[in-house]
T-cell receptor, first 115, second 116 residues
């Protein structure tokens, strides 16, 4: 079964601190891709970062990095130097060859950044 | 601007009404998707179209009827909806390259639907 698990319903962090959002995945497919999306209160889903199952290095995009631990089947998102604008819902998602062309999403984590 | 637009952004309808949601993408993508996002629930995939052909229908009730006239446009026709159908409906598109697992989905801003 293909599944994404996000166990943190809510996370709280202060401005300028780093925060890690957890994501574990389950698939028997050796070829898969992992994504993180941000959804502000406006509703739009914003793509943040991608990690392929065969990528040797962890993906990084500006303040976002993906801590990919293949043996543990985890793909945690690390946000460095949090900003107030980072307050949003964050979704981890996966695509596999078995799942076809659609992403499988986790339940999401709400991140609140305070000053 | 993500390149995926959705109209209307907000819709209130009665249970006997018929309405349509529209999605348009100008990214040259070949796959388009409808998702439903209810409060406190994960995104639920509803339909997938690949090169205008429906490839997935995720056990969606027949009161939701998708239409994909071309690779750039996707509609969701609604009729005799129930109050529990109130949700955010998100459209997405993606370029699928054979069996590749790369290529993110680009999402539209969503239509917030309220069924009275």
């Amino acid at each position: 079964a293909q599944k994404i698990t996000q166990t943190q319903p809510g996370m709280f962090v202060q401005e300028k601190e780093a925060v890690t959002l957890d994501c574990t995945y389950d698939t028997s497919d050796p070829s898969y891709g992992l994504f993180w999306y941000k959804q502000p209160s406006s509703g739009e889903m914003i793509f943040l970062i991608y990690q392929g199952s065969y990528d040797q290095q962890n993906a990084t995009e500006g303040r976002y990095s993906l801590n990919f631990q293949k043996a543990r089947k985890s793909a945690n998102l690390v946000i460095s130097a949090s900003q107030l604008g980072d307050s949003a819902m964050y979704f981890c998602a996966m695509i596999t060859l078995q799942a076809g062309t659609a992403l499988i999403f986790g339940k999401g984590t709400t991140l609140s950044v305070s000053s | 601007e993500t390149g995926v637009t959705q109209t209307p952004r907000h819709l209130v309808m009665g249970m006997t009404n018929k309405k349509s949601l529209k999605c348009e993408q100008h990214l040259g993508h070949n796959a388009m998707y409808w998702y439903k996002q209810s409060a406190k629930k994960p995104l639920e995939l509803m339909f997938v179209y690949n090169f205008k052909e429906q490839t997935e229908n995720n056990s969606v009730p027949s009161r939701f009827s998708p239409e994909c006239p071309n690779s750039s446009h996707l509609f969701l026709h609604l009729h005799t909806l129930q109050p529990e159908d109130s949700a955010l409906y998100l459209c997405a598109s993606r370029r699928t390259a054979g069996l590749a697992v790369t290529g993110e989905q680009f999402f539209g801003p969503g239509t917030r639907l309220t069924v009275l």
